[in-house]
């Protein structure tokens, strides 16, 4: 079959966009079983593939396409969480368009093949399907090594899944009371079902992986007693958590969130379920969104579904700069959300309660280039003007928390107070690894597995080579 003859690339599903923006239920439904298989078929299985080299944990991608177009779901399954620890999870999340997808050859001349979308829908057609479960990859022989993961987040997860797999004893520790890091409290319910999450948690359970929670590095434990105490390494995968804010007048007053604060209310603390559980999220008529990316679009599409009757993106770029993947920007745009780009502000402005009333912001033009390439913001002298809302959402990037690099002497760290760590998550402390936005800062999801899954390997080798060096 000629490129030209082969199907249009298959449309997701979604709920119509004057119904979800009043609920959270998620956005996307999902392939059916043939449009899967049609999608399927589009694959060209090149010879030399590609896609492959885009994905950050090296899925079996040609391989798990072939078993959906030969409707061998289970085997498609099965080859991917060879490599995948969380497939379900990625399937949503995973910015696929610019890896794996962005290097499939039918997108030369045309669009790529949905790699995402079909790993999506082979880890919920197994989900649904218990009876026919396919087997998970066996683990190896136990080695006797206790590995200590630190973050329950990607990284951590997928860390603690790979150590698991070849053989070793390990204990996984998390600050919230539930696992799942930034897949728990950052991402909507829209986007990302809570249940979907503690299911592929699960699986870890039943690889060996001891979930203890409610354990702040720290406080609770310390990296170097870890050591002490019988871990022969450990991994350091506790994100960035730690809110930025702009540094202008009135981010102090009532109504200003940080969007970390405000998705956690909504998403680990269940406040979208408000009044059933008892956890409302205080969010007003008008709302502004400070930032541009996939956490300003999904604090924007939060406070419409809890009654927002306006919300708009305020950001100092173009809209060909917004980092925001596309399909949540136009997801955005399709359920009401509102954009005043070139803007930024320059103070928020209270009532004499000490409430959010307005906005002072000012105009921008784009100037040369900045040293990421994208071209600079420059201010708009006399162009002042206020925007009315009740409302603020500071959403322009996270650092790490302190508290951890603080209680770990040795660590080398950078500027920014992330951990300095080589590509196989080795650090300055030996035994000590590192890898996700603790490292990086705030990326993605996939790349903080693609982390945790070379730190696994890392870990393996570090703890076999010094038994070797202690036998000789």
């Known amino acids: 079959m000629s490129l030209k003859q082969r199907a249009d690339r298959q449309a997701m599903p979604c709920q119509d966009a004057q119904v979800r923006r009043h609920n959270f239920d998620e956005v996307a439904l999902g392939y059916t079983e043939e449009q899967a298989v049609t999608e399927a078929t589009r694959c060209i299985q090149c ?15 040609p ?9 061998n779901f289970a085997e498609a399954a099965r080859l991917l969480k060879e490599r995948n620890a969380l497939p379900a999870i990625c399937g949503r999340v995973c910015p696929q368009e610019t890896q794996c997808e962005e290097k499939c050859i039918l997108g030369i001349k045309g669009e790529p093949v949905a790699i995402g979308r079909l790993e999506r829908f082979v880890a919920d057609w197994e989900m649904a399907q218990p009876e026919v479960k396919s087997e998970a990859p066996a683990a190896a022989p136990k080695t006797g090594y206790k590995m200590a993961v630190i973050g329950a987040g990607p990284a951590g997860l997928t860390c603690a899944a790979d150590l698991a797999k070849l053989g070793h004893d390990v204990t996984l520790f998390e600050a919230l009371h539930v696992a799942g890091g930034v897949l728990m409290y950052g991402i909507p319910e829209f986007r990302l079902p809570k249940a979907i999450v503690a299911k592929e948690i699960g699986l870890l359970q039943e690889l060996g992986v001891d979930i203890q929670v409610n354990m702040v590095a720290g406080k609770t434990i310390l990296v170097r007693e870890l050591l002490q105490k019988g871990y022969d390494a450990v991994f350091l995968g506790t994100g960035a958590g730690l809110p930025r804010f ?40 008008r709302v502004a969104i400070l930032g541009a990316g996939n956490v300003a679009m999904d604090a924007a599409r939060t406070a419409l579904r809890l009654g927002a009757e306006e919300v ?30 070139l803007t930024n502000p320059v103070e928020i402005v209270g009532d004499e309660n000490g409430w959010v009333q307005s906005m002072t912001c000012l105009r921008y033009e784009l100037g040369e280039p900045d040293a990421s390439g994208r071209r600079s913001p420059v201010p708009i ?83 076999r080579n010094k038994a070797a060096a202690t036998a000789q």
Do not use: W
């Not at 010879?47 to 991608?61: D, F, Q, W």
């Not at 391989?63 to 409707?71: C, P």
């Not at 950078?414 to 000590?432: E, K, L």
């Open 312 to 341: 708009t993106i305020v950001y100092r770029r173009s809209a060909k700069e917004m980092p925001a993947r596309a399909e949540e920007i136009e997801h955005a745009h399709e359920e009401g959300v509102k954009f005043q780009l």
């Open 381 to 463: 002298p006399g162009s002042e003007f206020t925007i009315d809302v009740d409302t603020v959402i500071v959403a322009i990037g996270t650092d790490p928390n302190p508290l951890v690099t603080k209680t770990t002497p040795g660590l080398d760290l950078n500027r920014r107070g992330n951990i300095v760590a080589d590509d196989d998550g080795c650090t300055s402390v030996p035994g000590v690894f590192a890898g996700g936005d603790i490292v990086t800062g705030a990326a993605t999801v996939i790349l903080a597995m693609g982390a945790g899954k070379k730190a696994a390997q890392a870990m393996d080798a570090y703890v």
């Open 63 to 71: 391989e798990f396409i072939q078993a959906v177009a030969e409707r």
């Open 246 to 285: 702009m540094g202008i007048p009135g981010e102090n007053l009532c109504g200003v969130f940080s969007a970390n604060e405000f998705l956690t209310r909504t998403n680990l603390m269940c406040g979208y379920q408000f009044p059933r559980l008892n956890t409302p999220v205080s969010v007003g008529r």
């Open 47 to 61: 010879k030399n593939p590609r896609c492959k080299a885009g994905c950050p944990v090296e899925v079996l991608i």
